[in-house]
C-alpha cells in the first residue's frame, strides 16, 4: 500500500490549508486512515484519525475545532481541511493507514504500518 500526500504549503496564521492523501489500493478503503505531524525538532504528534466510513473521528485536543478530516472510501482518499492555522501547527504532516484498528488505538503511531511520504504545511505570524 502506498500513501500520496499532497497539499501543504506555507500560509500566514489564521489561513486555511486542504491536505489530501491518496490510497493506492482499494482494500484501505475499509480501513482507518489518519493524520500525524512531526513539528520541527519535536517528536510526532497525532493530528486526527477517521473510521472507514467516517462516522468516526478522533482528534487531538489542540487542533479540535480549527481541524476537520473527512474521507471518500470510493475514492480511496482522506483529506484534512485546516482552518485557522496557528505557528504551532508548523510541522511535516504524515498521512498513516491502516486496517483493524481498535479505536483506542488511533492516536498511537506505533498501530499504523502505513505511512505517506509527509508534506509540510509552514504557518507564519
Known amino acids: 500500500v502506498q500513501l500520496q500526500a499532497s497539499g501543504g504549503g506555507a500560509v500566514q496564521a489564521g489561513g486555511s490549508l486542504r491536505l489530501s492523501c491518496r490510497s493506492s489500493m482499494r482494500t484501505t478503503g475499509r480501513w482507518v486512515m489518519g493524520w500525524f505531524r512531526q513539528p520541527p525538532g519535536k517528536e510526532r504528534e497525532f493530528v486526527a484519525a477517521i473510521n472507514f466510513n467516517g462516522g468516526t473521528t478522533d482528534y487531538a485536543d489542540s487542533v479540535k475545532g480549527r481541524f476537520t478530516i473527512s474521507r471518500d472510501s470510493a475514492k480511496n482518499t482522506a483529506s484534512l481541511q485546516m482552518n485557522s492555522l496557528k505557528p504551532e501547527d508548523t510541522a511535516v504532516y504524515y498521512c498513516?493507514?491502516?486496517?483493524?484498528?481498535?479505536?483506542?488505538?488511533?492516536?498511537?503511531?506505533?498501530?499504523?504500518?502505513?505511512w505517506g511520504q509527509g508534506t509540510l504545511v509552514t504557518v507564519s505570524s
Open positions: 498513516v493507514a491502516d486496517g483493524t484498528l481498535i479505536r483506542s488505538s488511533w492516536s498511537k503511531s506505533t498501530a499504523y504500518n502505513y
